[in-house]
């Protein structure tokens, strides 16, 4: 049996597929050999509960997948790696999937399928809530904000903290979802691209102050090789990230939010949560996949301690 502490993890759950590396799409028919072509569980709830679980947390995964291959692969992959998925249902709704294709230097575009993640909101686990120490919400905008703030406030409630990534992008417009949210959340998780994009901000500390005076408790915003910018009370600080050469970069926030997350649970402070995020990140984003690296919180604790001497 696992003693850590319980975390649910709410949300977007997806398929990945990862292919690597293409640089260009053949023209017609053509086709292309490519290093590796690897599956990988994902998604802000999905992929942060994988992290959370190879941390070594006790995590309960709940959201929607459809009643087809992908389904059964990405329940199956999330199982396998120990995380609770007896409230993961199966919808009507195709599952939620990406293919992605990674260029040589790690960035990619990709191509997704909302499919079942869209019924996440109908399969809100309140018994797991309710024992919970932290809730993290994976893609809140798919839930809608009235019942994202039931949950928020429900796990504040029964004494959990709580903490939100984002899957949609940094448009204006979808701040509206976002910012009703921000007054019941401990953790503010965005990147770069969505917290300037919402706020309308010109640089990243206007926009995480924007996120904070908005309501959130403590928010971090990543941005990708750069600092993690972190506010919390009145103060600002840049937190360098552990650098890593990147393989394929996805996957990397939703590593950062376990890690983040895993590290406050067990009291550490905010910068040093988000040094300890970003060193998990920089485990997955090495290689192919958010289920890549074989890490746990003492090896990151180890990487860290070593990055400081
Ligand atoms: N190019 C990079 N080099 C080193 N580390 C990186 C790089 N890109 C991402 N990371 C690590 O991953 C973390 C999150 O990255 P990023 O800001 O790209 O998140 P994101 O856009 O939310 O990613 P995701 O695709 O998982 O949603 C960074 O803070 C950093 O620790
Ligand atoms: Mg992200």
């Known amino acids: 049996m696992n ?5 649910v993890t709410l949300g977007a759950h997806v398929l990945d597929t990862i292919v690597q590396p293409v640089d260009e799409i053949p023209e017609g028919q053509g086709s292309l050999l490519v ?3 690897v599956m990988s569980a994902a998604g802000p709830a999905g992929g942060t509960a994988l ?3 190879k941390l070594g947390a006790r995590v309960v995964t709940s959201g929607a997948v459809g009643e087809d291959v992908a389904g059964r692969v990405l329940v199956g992959l999330l199982r396998d790696a120990g995380v609770d998925v007896t409230h993961l249902i199966t919808g009507e709704l195709p599952t939620s999937a990406s293919v992605l294709p990674i260029r040589s230097d790690g960035s990619r575009p990709a191509l ?3 499919g079942a993640n869209a019924l996440a909101a109908d399969v809100v686990p309140w018994e797991a809530l309710a024992a919970a120490a932290h809730v993290h919400v994976g893609a809140p905008e798919l839930l809608g904000p009235e019942n994202v703030v039931e949950i928020l406030e429900y796990a504040h409630a029964h004494g959990a903290t709580t903490s939100l990534d984002f899957l949609i992008g940094g448009e204006p417009a979808f701040y509206a979802l976002i910012e009703p949210l921000l007054p019941h959340t401990d953790y503010v998780l965005p990147n770069a691209e ?5 706020t309308g901000a010109a640089d990243l500390v206007a926009a995480a102050r924007a996120l904070h005076a908005a309501g959130a408790r403590v928010v971090a915003v990543t941005d990708g090789g750069g600092d993690v910018v972190v506010v ?3 103060a600002v600080a840049f937190v360098p990230i552990v650098p890593a050469e990147p393989v394929d970069t996805s996957g990397g926030g939703d590593a950062f939010s376990a890690g983040f997350v895993y590290a406050k649970l067990r009291g550490q402070s ?6 300890f995020g970003s060193a998990t990140a920089s485990q997955v984003v090495a290689g192919v996949g958010t289920d890549h690296g074989v890490y746990d919180a003492a090896s990151i604790d180890a990487l860290l301690s070593a990055a400081a001497r």
């Open 35 to 37: 290093d590796e072509i």
């Open 51 to 53: 992290v959370l679980t």
């Open 270 to 275: 905010s910068r040093d949560a988000a040094r």
């Open 194 to 198: 969505q917290a300037m994009g919402w």
């Open 3 to 7: 003693a850590a502490p319980q975390i």
């Open 112 to 114: 997704h399928v909302v």
């Open 232 to 234: 919390e009370e009145d």
